[in-house]
C-alpha cells in the first residue's frame, strides 16, 4: 500500500512552487552570501570494527568515507571555564557547535550526517577544530523546521568539541 498524500493544507497560501522559491533564495544566500563551508567525516560503520565486550572502538580503528565540503549556518557557543577538585584545578574548553544546514542541500550531495560523525570547522586559515555530532536533527516534524508548517526544510545539527588529538581522520 503507498502511504503517500499531498500536503494541501495550507494551499491557500504556499505551494510546492512557492516552497521551492525560498528554498531556492535561502541556499543562494547561504552558498552565496554567507559561503560557509565545513567538512563532514563520516564514520563508515561497515568497516569500523567494534570490541565484542565493550561494543567500544579505538581512535585508530575508526574508517571513514572521503570527506565531504558541505554549506551550513554555524553558530558556536563561549568557552566553558569550570574547576574540579573543589577549584585547584582548572580547565577551559571549547562550546558546542550548532548547525543548519538545508535538507535539499544534503540530498544534492547524497549525503546524511548521523549521530557520532565529525566535522571539521575552519577556526582560521591554519587552524581547524573537530566536532562530533551529538544530535543529528532528524526530527524534523517541529513547527521551527517547517516552512510555515507546509514542510521541513532544514536540519539542526548539535556538535560537541572533540581534544586535539581524538580525531585521526585527516
Same mark, same amino acid.
Not at 60 to 87: H, M, Q, R, T
Not at 103 to 109: A, N, R, T, V, Y
Given at each position: 500500500?503507498?502511504?503517500?498524500?499531498? !500536503?494541501?493544507?495550507?494551499?491557500?497560501?504556499?505551494?510546492?512552487? %512557492?516552497?521551492?522559491?525560498?528554498?531556492?533564495?535561502?541556499? *543562494?544566500?547561504?552558498?552565496?552570501?554567507?559561503?560557509?563551508?565545513?567538512?563532514?567525516?563520516?564514520?563508515?560503520?561497515?568497516?569500523?570494527?567494534?570490541?565484542?565486550?565493550?561494543?567500544? /572502538?579505538?581512535?585508530?580503528?575508526?574508517?571513514? &568515507?572521503?570527506?565531504? *565540503?558541505?554549506?551550513?549556518?554555524?553558530?558556536?557557543?563561549?568557552?566553558?571555564?569550570?574547576?574540579?577538585?573543589?577549584?585547584?584545578?582548572?580547565?577551559?574548553?571549547?562550546?558546542?557547535?550548532?548547525?543548519?544546514?538545508? !535538507?535539499?542541500?544534503?540530498?544534492?550531495?547524497?549525503? %546524511?550526517?548521523?549521530?557520532?560523525?565529525?566535522?571539521?570547522?575552519?577556526?582560521? *586559515?591554519?587552524?581547524?577544530? &573537530?566536532?562530533? /555530532?551529538?544530535?543529528?536533527?532528524?526530527?524534523?516534524? %517541529?513547527?521551527?523546521?517547517?516552512?510555515?508548517?507546509?514542510?521541513?526544510?532544514?536540519?539542526?545539527?548539535?556538535?560537541?568539541?572533540?581534544? %586535539?588529538?581524538? &580525531?585521526?581522520? /585527516?
Amino acid at each position: 500500500m503507498d502511504n503517500k498524500l499531498p !500536503i494541501t493544507r495550507l494551499s491557500k497560501f504556499i505551494s510546492q512552487d %512557492d516552497f521551492d522559491i525560498n528554498i531556492q533564495m535561502g541556499q *543562494e544566500y547561504l552558498h552565496g552570501d554567507i559561503n560557509f563551508k565545513l567538512v563532514l567525516y563520516r564514520v563508515d560503520r561497515e568497516k569500523t570494527g567494534i570490541d565484542d565486550v565493550y561494543a567500544e /572502538v579505538g581512535l585508530d580503528e575508526i574508517k571513514y &568515507f572521503p570527506p565531504i *565540503e558541505f554549506n551550513a549556518l554555524v553558530k558556536i557557543e563561549e568557552p566553558k571555564n569550570s574547576s574540579y577538585k573543589g577549584g585547584l584545578l582548572r580547565y577551559n574548553e571549547p562550546g558546542n557547535m550548532t548547525l543548519s544546514v538545508y !535538507i535539499k542541500h544534503l540530498s544534492e550531495l547524497g549525503v %546524511d550526517i548521523r549521530y557520532g560523525d565529525y566535522i571539521g570547522y575552519p577556526e582560521s *586559515e591554519t587552524r581547524t577544530r &573537530f566536532y562530533t /555530532v551529538t544530535n543529528d536533527g532528524k526530527v524534523t516534524s %517541529d513547527n521551527k523546521h517547517n516552512m510555515w508548517g507546509y514542510k521541513p526544510h532544514y536540519r539542526t545539527i548539535t556538535c560537541a568539541p572533540v581534544q %586535539d588529538k581524538t &580525531f585521526r581522520g /585527516v
